[in-house]
């Protein structure tokens, strides 16, 4: 199979879907990689060190698009929709719930489109979104101390306090991978931690993991507005997969909260938990300031520690990649339910129900299709 590898375009996003390791293992099973030029830049990775592995350098996006399968890291931007045709098969993270006119690009241009974060494996685990929710969960609480400080438009506390002065607060919404790992960093940084979840078993893993350095708490409007209104930092960290956000936090609460706290929607991707992140922000400009309370809501947050981050993207996709060209879409899917959980859309449908749904559009079951 040919495999092309575009350069992503997306604001300060530095990730690339394949490395060198990548290539030679794709190689070795006798298919072409087309990797545009400075593709692997960002994350450390250059020209020469994918043409040793093997690999076709292209000069411009349009040759690594005309490809059987195409690998990226984020969603298309509508620039790219022009490159989508007809049984293209597309790799990458895709987040269409809140993205009408990006399904409906995929859809009139009957792209095959494997969303990496609707790979779900038997346990309900998502195989291949868990290290950038680590990374992006590990990074949210990095990220919320340094924009308390007062320089960058906090209220100007120290996470971990020092003797004689109490500690900061910290919420979290939400207790699975980005939780778990803001969790781990925000005690690192001395913080007094609460994680919120609906889901009984998991408040009780958390406390097998964590024991007394955390609280925990079910999620309910009236713990959320209370855990709110005390907190120096909160972390939107919900997924229901592949479907919308659900909108947890009521502009109301946010009212509530203490003048120069900082939120961090790591959610937004899919939409957002707060119903005051109502936009998208940039590794440029990551913040904005509502109700007094600074929000931080940018959706590509592991392509700021692109070498971390494409290393363990594709520890994880390429796996997945062979088996996509080793046995062509069909095959692979109808052999792997997880992966056939992964297609978002095919042969002119939407074939992920809570995409459906988001979109009011119908939706076909891919396993029937591929029959
Ligand atoms: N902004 C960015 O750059 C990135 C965003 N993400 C996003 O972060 C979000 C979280 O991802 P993961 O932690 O991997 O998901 P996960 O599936 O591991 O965890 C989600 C948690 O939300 C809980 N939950 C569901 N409904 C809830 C409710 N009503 N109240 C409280 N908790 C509830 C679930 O029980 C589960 O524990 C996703 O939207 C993901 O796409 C992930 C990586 C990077
Ligand atoms: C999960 C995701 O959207 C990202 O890593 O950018």
Not at 222 to 236: F, K, M, Y
């Amino acid at each position: 199979m040919k495999i092309g590898v575009p350069k992503e375009i997306k604001n300060n996003e530095n990730r690339v879907a394949m490395t060198p390791a990548g290539v030679i293992t794709l190689k070795s099973s006798g298919h072409e990689i087309f990797v545009e030029s400075t593709a692997g830049e960002g994350s450390g990775f250059t020209n020469e060190e994918y043409q040793e592995a093997g690999a076709t350098i292209v000069s411009t996006a349009k040759e690594a698009w005309e490809q059987d399968m195409v690998m990226k890291v984020k969603e298309p931007l509508p620039e790219e929709y022009e490159y989508f045709h007809n049984g293209l098969i597309l790799f990458t993270y895709l987040h269409l719930a809140p993205e009408p006119e990006l399904t409906k690009a995929l859809i009139e241009n009957k792209v095959v489109a494997i969303a990496y974060e609707t790979v779900q494996s038997k346990k309900g685990t998502l195989p291949l979104l868990t290290p950038m929710s680590e990374v992006a969960g590990r990074m949210s609480s990095q990220i919320g101390a340094q924009f308390l400080e007062k320089s960058r438009g906090g209220m100007g506390i120290l996470l971990s306090g020092i003797p004689g002065v109490k500690r900061g607060r910290v919420s979290i919404i939400g207790g699975g991978v980005v939780g778990t790992n803001a969790a781990k960093i925000a005690m690192g940084l001395g913080a007094d931690v609460t994680i919120i979840d609906l889901n009984p078993e998991r408040l009780r893993e958390l406390d097998d993991i964590f024991g007394s350095s955390i609280n925990t708490l079910m999620s309910n409007p009236l713990n959320i507005a209370h855990a709110l209104s005390e907190s120096d930092l909160v972390i939107g960290a919900v997924l229901i997969p592949g479907a919308k956000a659900p909108k947890l936090v009521t502009e109301d609460m946010v009212k509530d909260m203490q003048e120069g706290a900082v939120i961090v929607d790591v959610a937004i991707d899919q939409g957002g938990i707060f119903e005051t992140t109502d936009r998208i922000t940039t590794h440029d400009n990551p913040t904005y300031e509502k109700h007094g309370v600074l929000h931080y809501a940018v959706a590509n947050m592991p392509g700021a520690v692109p070498r971390t981050s494409t290393i363990g993207l594709t520890n994880v996709t390429v796996p997945y990649a062979l088996q996509l060209a080793n046995k062509g879409y069909q095959k692979a899917c109808l052999e792997d339910e997880s992966l056939l959980k992964g297609i978002n859309t095919l042969d002119g449908y939407v074939t992920y129900k809570a995409v459906a749904e988001a979109h009011d559009l119908d939706y076909c079951d891919a396993h029937s299709l591929l029959k």
